[in-house]
C-alpha cells in the first residue's frame, strides 16, 4: 500500500535551520509530485511547496522562498524538506503529502514536529 | 495568497445534512475545477476526501459531496454521523501554479 514515512520530531534554537526527510513506498515514486504543507499548534494547514522526484522541479509558496529548499533522493525513495533561518512562528508540524495525479495530496505522512525555541 | 475563506465552525444533528462553504478568487477556485477537500481528526494527518470540485476517492462515503458555483466551492455531509466530527480544510490550485488552502472548519455533531 501507499505510505509516506516521516523523520522524527526535532528542537532547533532561532537562527538555525532543519532538514526533514519523507520516504515514499508503494508506488512509481517518480511518478507523482510531492506537497509539503504545515500545521502551527492550534492552527490551519499551510501549503509550502511541491517537487517532482523525477526531475527535481520545485514549486514554492511566496511566503517560503528563499528559505526553503526541497530535494530528492531516488535511490532512496526519500524526499527532504529544509527550512533555514528558523522563528518561532516556524514551530508547526510538517507533512508531506503524495499528489493523486490531480491537484491534491491523496496519502498523507504521519507528519514531524518541529519545535524552535531558545 | 491569502487563505480560502471558510467558516470557522459548522454543526448539525445526526442524519442531518450540513454544507461548507469555501470562498476564493479569480486566482484560484474561480479560474479551475482543482478544489479538494481534507478531513483531520485531532493530531492526525489530513484525509483526502474530495477532489476536483466533486470526485470522491476509493473508500470515501458517498455521503460527501462537492460542488463548485463561481469562486465558491462547497462540501456537503448528507445523514450526518458522530464519526463525521472533525476539521475540514478546502484547498486550491492557483494561478501562481501553487495551492491554497482554506483556514479550515470545525464540524460539530450535536
Known amino acids: 500500500q501507499v505510505q509516506l514515512v516521516q523523520s522524527g520530531a526535532e528542537v532547533r534554537k532561532p537562527g538555525a535551520s532543519v532538514k526533514i526527510s519523507c520516504t515514499a513506498s508503494?508506488?512509481?515514486?517518480?511518478?507523482?509530485?510531492v506537497h509539503w504543507m504545515r500545521q502551527a499548534p492550534g492552527q490551519g494547514l499551510e501549503w509550502m511547496g511541491i517537487i517532482h522526484p523525477s526531475g527535481g522541479n520545485t514549486n514554492y509558496a511566496q511566503k517560503f522562498r528563499g528559505r526553503v529548499t526541497m530535494t530528492r533522493d531516488t535511490s532512496t525513495r526519500t524526499l527532504y524538506m529544509e527550512l533555514s533561518s528558523l522563528g518561532s512562528e516556524d514551530t508547526a508540524v510538517y507533512y508531506c503529502?503524495?499528489?493523486?495525479?490531480?491537484?491534491?495530496?491523496?496519502?498523507w505522512g504521519p507528519g514531524t514536529l518541529v519545535t524552535v525555541s531558545s | 495568497q491569502s487563505a480560502l475563506t471558510q467558516p470557522a465552525s459548522v454543526s448539525g444533528s445526526p442524519g442531518q445534512s450540513i454544507t461548507i462553504s469555501c470562498t476564493g478568487t479569480?486566482?484560484?477556485?474561480?479560474?479551475?475545477?482543482?478544489v479538494s477537500w481534507y478531513q483531520q481528526y485531532p493530531g492526525k494527518a489530513p484525509k483526502l476526501m474530495i477532489y476536483?470540485?466533486?470526485k470522491r476517492p476509493s473508500g470515501v462515503s458517498n455521503r460527501f459531496s462537492g460542488s463548485k458555483s463561481g469562486n465558491t466551492a462547497s462540501l456537503t455531509i448528507s445523514g450526518l454521523q458522530a464519526e463525521d466530527e472533525a476539521d475540514y480544510y478546502c484547498?486550491?490550485?492557483?494561478?501562481?501554479?501553487?495551492?491554497?488552502f482554506g483556514n479550515g472548519t470545525q464540524v460539530t455533531v450535536l
Open positions: 479569480l486566482s484560484d477556485i474561480g479560474s479551475y475545477n482543482y
Open positions: 503529502a503524495k499528489d493523486s495525479g490531480s491537484f491534491s495530496g491523496d496519502c
Open positions: 484547498s486550491s490550485y492557483t494561478t501562481s501554479n501553487t495551492y491554497v
Open positions: 508503494g508506488y512509481s515514486f517518480t511518478s507523482y509530485h
Open positions: 476536483d470540485v466533486s
